[in-house]
């Protein structure tokens, strides 16, 4: 079992639409967070993170943390054909590397 | 530097020879990561570098992988005798502190391709 599991798709949704990404972890010393997104040939970048259980928000983002539960969630608002990438979650605890889901492919349609 | 740097973007070579991949991280950051990411597989981490400590080698699939990191800046993974399961994206990304909430930034990659 890996460590982060994370349906990797793909999701298609209508422009307009509520996007939900989910992961869930195994790792119990888990305690940072993040979001990154990936467009098609280039890197990951940052998009969201967070330290322990919660809610933050950025602009259209906002990325859930359920520590009792093991579930990373991002939600994105009023979805647009650029926000079409992929959507990496990633943890890490106190001590160790950074641990990635396998990614969600999202497509966001006209 | 605006960013971390690979080169080259594309490498195919043929099966059992040696590639050299490149990174140029962000000037002053000083932990670098090596990642590679395959389809389906997400990323896999591979060795990690922070200053002058020795390196997390923890990641490394065979003793065909190395990486070196001279000066504390630039970055160079070694794949000997290449196999075509080493065929991926290799992403190299470094970042300010080795802390847990420092973000890492990442290059292109490198999109190996082993025939």
């Known amino acids: 079992q890996k460590e982060v599991e994370q349906d990797p798709g793909p999701l298609s949704v209508p422009e307009g639409a509520i996007v939900s990404l989910n992961c869930t972890y195994s790792?119990?010393?888990?305690?940072?967070f993040m979001w990154y997104r990936q467009y098609s040939r280039k890197g990951p970048e940052l998009l969201m993170y967070?330290?322990?259980?919660g809610n933050k928000e950025d602009g259209r983002f906002t990325a859930q943390v359920d520590k009792s539960s093991k579930y990373i969630s991002l939600f994105i608002r009023d979805s647009q054909p650029s926000d079409s990438a992929t959507y990496l979650c990633?943890?890490?605890?106190?001590?160790?590397?950074?641990?990635f889901g396998t990614g969600t492919r999202l497509q966001v349609t006209l | 530097g605006a960013g971390v740097s690979q080169s080259p973007s594309n490498k195919v070579t043929e099966k059992g020879k040696d590639v050299e991949l490149r990174c140029d991280p962000i000037?002053?950051?000083?932990?670098l990561y090596w990642y590679r990411q395959s389809l389906g597989q997400g990323l896999e981490f591979l060795i990690y570098?922070?200053?002058?400590?020795?390196?997390?080698k923890s990641g490394l699939p065979s003793d065909r992988f190395s990486a070196e990191r001279t000066g504390g800046s630039v970055s160079t993974l070694t794949i000997q005798r290449t196999q075509q399961e080493d065929s991926a994206v290799y992403l190299c990304?470094?970042?300010?502190?080795?802390?847990?909430?420092?973000?890492?930034?990442f290059g292109n990659g490198t999109r190996l391709t082993v025939t």
């Open positions: 990304a470094s970042s300010l502190l080795r802390t847990d909430n420092s973000p890492l930034h």
């Open positions: 790792n119990s010393a888990f305690q940072y």
């Open positions: 967070t330290y322990s259980s």
């Open positions: 990633a943890a890490t605890g106190t001590a160790s590397k950074l641990t």
């Open positions: 000037s002053g950051h000083t932990a």
């Open positions: 570098f922070q200053g002058n400590s020795a390196p997390d």
